[in-house]
């Protein structure tokens, strides 16, 4: 069984590779937030199923480890509250999502950087076990919820284990001293916000 998977974006100037990757746990979200952050990078297209779902890939951050390109991460947030949602700054491709702080540690790897010829995600990470948000989902009937015990099973195994015996530190995306992001995330403008949840909104017709 693999012991890692390669993570880089589509122009190939960020490379990582996510250790573990069978302890990672498969997600389909459809929330309109996933879906404005890939129209936000113009990658709907790569990003998102045809119910605007994006498969994530749930991981800790002590995981992932870069070998080149970190100083063209970037990353956004939607609102002052949001997530921080990373992407290679040199193609836009989407990297993944965090909280602001490494202290509830896990990653939400957006699979475009994840897709490796010759390497199915269903092979490295297993199947899809959670759908999450169906009702912001495009189209009708709206997909089933579904897998979120499974969520909340990696979550107190995975995040909170981390959180007690100090993995959570051991994360790329922030500064160890400050627990501040490696990037300070850009916050987008009411404008902004605005132009993208349009976006959304378009797409769902
Ligand atoms: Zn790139
Ligand atoms: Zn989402």
Redesign the pocket.
Known sequence: MAINHPLQ??????KAVVNDPRSANRVVCYCRDCQAFAHFLGRESDVLDERGGSDIVQTLPANVTFTQGLE?LACIRLTPKGLVRWY?G??H?PIGNTLATPKLSFIGLVHTCLETPGKPLDDAFGPVRSRVNPDSARGTPKPGAAGLGSIIVWFLSKVVWARFNGDYKRTPFFVAETGMPIVTPRVLSREEHETVMNAVRAAAR
């Open positions: 974006c589509k122009c190939g100037t960020i063209k290679a040199c193609c491709t």
